[in-house]
Nanobody, 123 residues
Framework: QVQLVESGGGLVQAGGSLKLSCAAS????????LGWFRQAPGKEREFVAH????????TTVNSLKGRFAVSRNIAQNTGYLQMNNLKPEDTAIYYC????????????????WGQGTQVTVSS
């Protein structure tokens, strides 16, 4: 069993930055990847980024490349999502999740999810 807890969300003005954290406890997930998803009001949950926990290889959705970056600290069992130049359309609840296999862009590839953290970007 893996528990994931996100933090770092909040209210920020357009153009600002936030860094989300995802702290994992319980079973270590060296063999898994860590993904970030977001869900805006009235919209479906969408993939944001993923990092392979062991190798550190990252994947970021094309529309967010250059603004969002995913990383992890293995020693602290914590993943991060750095978000720069935030825009009002980035407003959403952001979730981290632990992947067990499959396509890292699909939510069904993830078996453990955090509770989410709200990010609100004002114009």
């Amino acid at each position: 069993q893996v528990q994931l807890v996100e933090s770092g969300g909040g209210l920020v003005q357009a153009g600002g930055s936030l860094k989300l954290s995802c702290a994992a406890s319980g079973r270590t997930f060296r063999s898994l990847g860590l993904g970030w998803f977001r869900q805006a009001p009235g919209k479906e949950r969408e993939f944001v980024a993923h990092i392979n926990w062991a190798a550190g290889v990252t994947t970021t959705v094309n529309s967010l490349k250059g603004r969002f970056a995913v990383s992890r600290n293995i020693a602290q069992n914590t993943g991060y999502l750095q978000m720069n130049n935030l825009k009002p359309e980035d407003t959403a609840i952001y979730y981290c999740a632990a992947r067990s296999g499959g396509d890292n862009r699909l939510s069904e590839s993830y078996i453990y999810w955090g509770q989410g953290t709200q990010v609100t970007v004002s114009s």
